[in-house]
């Protein structure tokens, strides 16, 4: 399962450093899968979408902090819990009830993104 950031997120940017797969950005910023991954040019996500790496995504939101879902393994193969939420003063890391993934599922993300580490 992924990792959702709540509408009750103060932007103070906490969590951002803290994701190891760099799945984290600012409100209104866009977005790579090659931020923080060993990505690059077209690849084909597990989840079967083809799409390129280097290329900038349009923002999850405009208004907080949001979480790329496709890139949030819940840090699983880096930390025994997801860092966003640890450090998070507000609580408003929590998991994302439209992403739901098994924990085989968060570990072959990983790998795919990490595949030297």
Same mark, same amino acid.
């Given at each position: 399962?992924?990792?959702?950031? +709540?509408?009750?997120?103060? =932007?103070?940017?906490?969590?951002e !450093?803290?994701?190891? =797969? +760099?799945?984290? $950005?600012?409100?209104?910023d866009?977005?790579? $899968?090659?931020? *923080? +991954?060993?990505?690059?040019?077209? #690849?084909?996500?597990? =989840? *079967? @979408?083809?799409?390129?790496? %280097? /290329?900038?995504?349009?923002p999850?939101?405009? /208004? #907080?902090y949001?979480?790329?879902?496709?890139?949030? +393994?819940?840090?699983?193969?880096?930390?025994?819990?997801?860092?966003?939420?640890?450090v998070?003063? #507000?609580?408003?890391c929590v998991? %994302? %009830?439209?992403?739901?993934e @098994? #924990? /085989?599922t968060?570990?072959?993300?990983?790998?795919f993104?990490? !595949? %030297?580490?």
């Amino acid at each position: 399962m992924a990792i959702i950031i +709540t509408d009750e997120c103060i =932007n103070c940017g906490a969590c951002e !450093p803290e994701c190891p =797969n +760099t799945a984290i $950005y600012e409100g209104a910023d866009d977005w790579r $899968y090659n931020e *923080g +991954t060993s990505l690059e040019g077209k #690849v084909v996500l597990p =989840n *079967g @979408s083809a799409v390129d790496a %280097d /290329e900038a995504q349009e923002p999850i939101s405009d /208004e #907080v902090y949001y979480i790329v879902p496709d890139k949030c +393994t819940e840090c699983q193969g880096f930390h025994e819990e997801p860092q966003c939420a640890a450090v998070c003063p #507000v609580d408003c890391c929590v998991p %994302d %009830d439209q992403h739901v993934e @098994s #924990v /085989e599922t968060l570990l072959g993300k990983q790998k795919f993104m990490h !595949p %030297d580490g």
